[in-house]
Nanobody, 123 residues
Framework: QVQLVESGGGLVQAGGSLRLSCTTS????????MGWFRQAPGKERELVAR????????YYSDSVKGRFTISRDVAKNTVYLQMNRLNPEDTAVYYC????????????????WGQGTQVTVSS
């Protein structure tokens, strides 16, 4: 059973940066497409970024493209989300997500979720 544990959320001023981390345990890391979703109050959970298990393909939503970077360290069983130039619209709970072998687009595609970490951006 794969478990995902996020860290790195917090409160930051607009224009600032945060780095989220997601560490996996309980299973092999290889073969999993990893990513980050976020959910703001009253809104649906949305895909923010995704990285393939080979680390060769990445995806970013239009709202974060050019500001966020997803990466993974296979040796550390960890995936990162570097978030720069944050703005108040980025305020949400961020969830680490995983699916074995296949890509994903919607929350229904996900096999494993982290518990979520709050990111709050003040104006």
């Amino acid at each position: 059973q794969v478990q995902l544990v996020e860290s790195g959320g917090g409160l930051v001023q607009a224009g600032g940066s945060l780095r989220l981390s997601c560490t996996t345990s309980g299973g092999t890391f290889g073969g999993y497409t990893m990513g980050w979703f976020r959910q703001a109050p009253g809104k649906e959970r949305e895909l923010v970024a995704r990285v393939s298990w080979t680390n060769s393909n990445t995806y970013y939503s239009d709202s974060v493209k050019g500001r966020f970077t997803i990466s993974r360290d296979v040796a550390k069983n960890t995936v990162y989300l570097q978030m720069n130039r944050l703005n108040p619209e980025d305020t949400a709970v961020y969830y680490c997500a995983a699916r074995k072998y296949f890509t994903f687009v919607t929350p229904r595609d996900i096999s494993y979720w982290g518990q979520g970490t709050q990111v709050t951006v003040s104006s």
